[in-house]
């Protein structure tokens, strides 16, 4: 596979926690490549280093040793301003707790990582984004006003408006009734069909991973398994 072809090149990747008798290694040599364009799920047992791997990925987190690029950028010769300044511009974040301002509106919660780097929406791509999650009637609406499902809603817009490389989504259905989760993986599976977005997800669901091209599994910190999904 080519680089232009990979969203995120992942190689010899460790993470270890603590020294010495407190040591942990959360990640045990990682190597592995998302492609561009498609949906990954990524799974294991508590503990298995799946979110260490995602935070390390999405630039949360350092990783003690390995390469990693994103976009085709280095990570690690990143200073900690420019590290900050490409989650904003090529990363988008959707987690299980929403992480919505009180104070904001719906539209200006969507809009706000483009605020803070000086930028305006795609009105085209705002439009379709608001349409696709059906928010129109709710972006005068604050947080409090709306349901947790709305709320994911406007988190995965906010994730999508800055046209980011990849998404980064972690347990995001797991705050959500069965309803809910299952009209925001439609629209995460939409948005790699029609969008071309890059997608990867931590679930313990099964039934998330579902809505996937394919599914990693971790198991104390090393890859276990690696498999197209059927959907």
Known sequence: MT?????I???GLTKVYGSGETEVAALRGIDVTFRRGEFTAIMGPSGSGKSTLMHCAAGLD?????RLLLDGTDLATLSDDALTELRRDRIGFVFQAF???PTLTALENITLPLDLAGRRADPRLLDRLVGTLKLDDRLGHRPGQLSGGQQQRVACARALITGPAVVFADEPTGALDSGSSA??????RTSVDELGQTIVMVTHDTAAADYADRVLLLSDGVLA???????
Not at 3 to 7: G, I, K, L
Not at 62 to 66: D, I, K, S, V, Y
Not at 225 to 231: K, L, M, T, Y
């Open 3 to 7: 680089e232009t072809a990979s969203a």
């Open 9 to 11: 090149v992942v190689r």
């Open 62 to 66: 350092r990783p003690t040793t390995g």
């Open 99 to 101: 992480n919505l301002l």
């Open 183 to 188: 009209e925001l993986l439609r629209f995460l």
């Open 225 to 231: 398994g690696d498999r197209s999904a059927v959907r």
